[in-house]
């Protein structure tokens, strides 16, 4: 008789289970597609662009670029966005080894632009720096560590120094998949001093994107399976603390801050679909854009706003969203495309 109720005791904790990770997954959602554009239109010519970040001195968007279902070899393209006609178009780079692109982080001084480079290849996972100039990235140092596990996004803070997200505890096995599933808090942000990496900050479910307010005082990241978004303060030496979280309800991805101070988020609504589309083309996922304002000076308190939901069949898996004029570029993980909304 005993055996029984612990049979049923554990079949019951893990339908709990079960519902709870669809529920955290998105997956009972109701995606009606709604947006505030005036005007569509998509950019086709350059597969996985699943990160963008805008130079402002150069007036270039930088798009991170990968076929990340074929594994060729992705680069770096740029958007002239002060060309009304202009089109994405690759950049010659410097780097002579294999270059699989990610998270990429644009920092300026003066009139000089840096961009550091999540590159994973078969050597293992790297933070590339460039500097770019006359339309060319020249690069400047490669940096490893086993600190990173499983680097995803970065932030360039000055030219040779970074913050990097590592989106697991473990980098392979069946830990890695509970950390997926059960929201597990075992990731986090490391920093890189110009000598080596420190941990930042800890205890995060899927750390994913990462910038900084524009005031430069805080360092916003996100956790996609945790669902929040995350003000953290700076601390001496370069560890983070935590001043204020949102849970977004939402599977964000890649955080961009706007020339305002406004910060734009690409996110995935429906996280197992997104799961389905990783593994098949035909399978659509629902693609999400999320505006937030800082409401006080002290980053704790936002006005948030859906700016785009899509059920995924005009633009499948959102990952970042660049606002730029009344205009909101969005890059996508794996297909062909990148969206262009200019707003009312």
């Known amino acids: 008789m005993k055996l029984r109720y612990i049979v049923i005791g554990v079949l019951f904790v893990l339908v709990v289970l079960v519902l709870y990770t669809l529920y955290k997954a998105g997956s009972f959602k109701n995606i009606v597609s709604q947006h505030d554009a005036v005007e569509v239109s998509f950019y086709t010519n350059m597969p996985g662009p699943e990160d ?5 001195n150069s007036n270039v968007l930088f798009i991170s670029s990968t076929d990340r279902r074929t594994g060729n070899t992705g680069g770096i393209y740029g958007l002239k966005i002060n060309e009304s ?10 780097y002579k080894g294999s270059f699989h ?3 990429i982080s644009v920092y300026e001084s003066d009139t000089n632009t840096f961009l550091h480079v999540v590159n994973h290849n078969e050597y293992g996972d790297y933070i590339e720096f460039f500097q770019y100039i006359n339309d060319t990235l020249f690069h400047m140092r490669s940096i490893k560590s086993s600190m990173m596990c499983c680097p995803n996004d970065v932030l360039a803070v000055a030219p040779d120094r ?24 075992l990731s986090g942000i490391v920093y890189y001093n110009g000598d080596e990496f420190i941990p930042a900050y800890d205890g995060m479910s899927y750390a994913n994107g990462i910038n900084r307010s524009s005031d430069g005082k805080y360092i916003y990241a996100s956790e996609t399976t945790g669902r929040k978004f995350l003000t953290l303060e700076q601390k001496p030496g370069g560890s983070l603390s935590e001043v204020h979280s949102i849970n ?14 406004h910060i734009w988020i690409g996110s995935h609504p429906k996280m197992l679909d997104f799961v389905g589309h990783a593994k098949d083309s035909t399978q659509i996922s629902p693609s999400q854009v999320f505006k937030l304002s800082p409401g006080t000076s002290t980053h704790t308190d936002y006005v948030i706003k859906e700016v785009f939901l899509d059920d995924g069949a005009l633009i499948s898996g959102s990952s970042v969203a660049v ?5 909101v570029y969005v890059g996508v993980v794996f297909d ?4 262009k909304l200019e707003l009312r």
């Open 162 to 185: 970074c913050y990097v997200t590592n989106d697991h505890g473990r980098k392979t096995g069946f830990m890695r998949t509970l950390e997926d599933y059960l929201s597990l808090p």
């Open 248 to 261: 977004l309800k939402s599977g964000l991805d890649n955080i961009d801050v706007d020339i305002d101070g």
């Open 336 to 339: 062909h495309k990148v969206m």
């Open 323 to 327: 606002h730029h004029n009344e205009i």
């Open 101 to 103: 692109p990610h998270g």
């Open 85 to 94: 006609d202009a089109a994405p178009e690759i950049i010659p780079i410097t």
């Open 52 to 56: 963008l970040d805008m130079s402002y």
